[in-house]
């Protein structure tokens, strides 16, 4: 089955064609397979009435974390033929595969932080893209958050030859200067606070025949109820760099979570600042380079994502076409 495209990232974009974007990724016929698979009938209504009943379904059928981080997620027991389903949606609807950048030429580099091993993962990929793949006249900028690793977390740092990483910012800067070269930032600068989730923090590095890279760690838009997210992240960065209607951004994260965070991304940079947006995850291929191994991705892991990414798109859809 030809895999469902999400909903356009290129300059320019208008807002009806992300509309039917979204539209084209909720309706495909792999959702309407598992809310069958799982006791559901499809939602009645217009599209906000849609994407509000399948929130509310995946809120009950899919969240398997239920407000833990995702390594403390519930793993679901599932029969051979429903694993099946799940893993044939999720490759059809852009969780699986991984894609190369849609241009030679970017103005900049978005990476994504996350657990320890997608740290490391992502800014190895992200420094072969700079490389050999992809122009980027801008920066790199590598996004993350103060949140604490987990005794995990340290372990597989550790097992990479990476010690004294206390926070997800550190594991990402360890990664930077890893995969670029680098040994200490020319540009320093933050802010503690009495709480992580209100810390922030900016380090640039220059690498020698490569554009700037900026570790940036943000606060949080809730402190006290959460941590900073993907979007309080994006919001951060580009109140931090010169971003400019037309520029195109690239994005890199890991391919179980790009339907969401591009999503997430046309929200919170597309429609304000007028960028383009183009999301991939990182090449399985080549992690390797990274010195971590890739995890095992299961059928609960790839439902949980794929709730993610109809959350995404109902806040995305809400901005687009506000009541």
């Given amino acids: 089955m030809t895999e469902v495209a999400l909903p356009g990232g290129a300059a320019g974009t208008t807002d009806g064609q992300l509309a039917a974007g979204v539209r084209a990724w909720v309706e495909s016929s792999p959702l309407h397979?598992?809310?069958?698979?799982?006791?559901?009938?499809?939602?009645?209504?217009?599209?906000?009435?849609?994407?509000?009943?399948?929130?509310?379904f995946s809120a009950r059928h899919w969240d398997f974390r239920q407000g833990r981080?995702?390594?403390?997620?519930?793993?679901?027991?599932?029969?051979?033929?429903?694993?099946r389903l799940v893993l044939d949606a999720a490759a059809t609807l852009g969780l699986v595969r991984a894609a190369p950048p849609a241009l030679p030429r970017y103005a900049h580099l978005l990476v994504l932080g996350g657990l320890a091993h997608a740290c490391l993962r992502r800014t190895a990929y992200a420094a072969h893209l700079v490389r050999t793949v992809a122009e980027v006249s801008?920066?790199?900028a590598v996004l993350g958050s103060c949140r604490a690793l987990s005794p995990a977390e340290s372990r597989t740092l550790?097992?990479?030859?990476?010690?004294?990483?206390?926070?997800e910012v550190d594991a990402l800067d360890a990664g930077v200067r890893a995969a670029f070269g680098v040994s200490a930032p020319s540009e320093e600068?933050?802010?503690e606070a009495d709480h992580p989730h209100r810390a922030w923090s900016s380090r640039t590095y220059r690498p020698a025949g490569l554009p700037a890279v900026r570790v940036l760690a943000a606060p949080s838009s809730?402190?006290?109820?959460?941590r900073a997210h993907t979007a309080d992240t994006q919001r951060f960065w580009a109140e931090h760099v010169q971003l400019r209607t037309g520029d195109p951004v690239l994005m890199v994260t890991a391919p179980i979570y790009v339907p969401f965070q591009h999503c997430d991304a046309l929200r919170t940079l597309?429609?304000?600042?007028?960028?383009?947006?183009d999301t991939v995850g990182v090449d399985p291929a080549l992690t390797a380079m990274a010195g971590v191994p890739e995890p095992?991705?299961?059928?609960?892991?790839?439902?949980?994502?794929?709730?993610?990414?109809?959350?995404?798109?109902?806040?995305?859809?809400?901005?687009?076409?506000?009541?």
């Fill in 158 to 167: 550790a097992g990479a030859g990476i010690p004294d990483c206390d926070t």
């Fill in 296 to 323: 095992t991705l299961t059928p609960g892991r790839y439902l949980q994502e794929i709730r993610s990414a109809i959350r995404s798109m109902r806040n995305l859809h809400a901005v687009l076409t506000p009541s």
């Fill in 138 to 140: 801008g920066e790199v």
């Fill in 189 to 191: 600068t933050g802010e």
């Fill in 33 to 56: 397979a598992l809310v069958e698979r799982f006791g559901g009938d499809w939602p009645t209504g217009d599209l906000p009435a849609v994407l509000a009943a399948l929130d509310d």
């Fill in 69 to 83: 981080e995702r390594p403390d997620a519930r793993e679901p027991a599932f029969d051979p033929a429903t694993a």
């Fill in 222 to 226: 809730e402190p006290d109820r959460r």
């Fill in 270 to 277: 597309a429609v304000p600042y007028g960028c383009g947006i």
